[in-house]
């Protein structure tokens, strides 16, 4: 039996550039097996941004309904995230707070001014 060669890229339907298979997202199909679709990556990212922009108000209405629907889901998200990228989020604050001294003492004075009137003992 001859063995069935798999194309290794394709053409993008919208920038026409030829990239490898992994530069698109793929479809599966019912029988089992995969279609990868017509637009790379980088242009159905770019075609999301650009409705996200055009739409800004339809697309922050339907985010927050659905944070407001699913909070939970949201909060397991989100720990999911930061633990996938605590390290960065570490570096980042850690970095903030150098070169903000002032504005970090102060969201650290109202933090606890918050936290005890939340909380008086």
């Not at 075609?47 to 996200?52: D, N």
């Given at each position: 039996?001859?063995?069935?060669?798999?194309?290794?890229?394709?053409?993008?339907?919208?920038?026409?550039?030829?990239?490898?298979?992994?530069?698109?997202?793929?479809?599966?199909?019912?029988?089992?097996?995969?279609?990868?679709?017509?637009?790379?990556?980088?242009?159905?990212?770019?075609?999301?941004?650009?409705?996200?922009?055009?739409?800004?108000?339809?697309?922050?209405?339907?985010?927050?309904?659905?944070?407001?629907?699913?909070?939970?889901?949201?909060?397991?998200?989100?720990?999911?995230?930061?633990?996938?990228?605590?390290?960065?989020?570490?570096?980042?604050?850690?970095?903030?707070?150098?070169?903000?001294?002032e504005k970090h003492r102060q969201y650290t004075k109202t933090y606890?001014?918050?936290?005890?009137?939340?909380?008086?003992?």
């Open positions: 039996m001859s063995e069935i060669k798999v194309e290794e890229s394709k053409v993008c339907n919208e920038c026409f550039e030829e990239k490898l298979l992994s530069e698109f997202h793929t479809i599966p199909l019912v029988n089992g097996g995969i279609h990868f679709r017509n637009k790379c990556k980088d242009c159905r990212r770019a075609a999301a941004r650009a409705y996200s922009k055009k739409h800004r108000e339809a697309c922050l209405k339907r985010t927050n309904e659905w944070r407001k629907n699913n909070p939970e889901r949201r909060k397991e998200l989100a720990r999911k995230w930061y633990k996938k990228n605590a390290k960065s989020r570490i570096a980042y604050s850690t970095n903030w707070i150098k070169n903000n001294p606890y001014i918050r936290k005890k009137a939340l909380n008086p003992e």
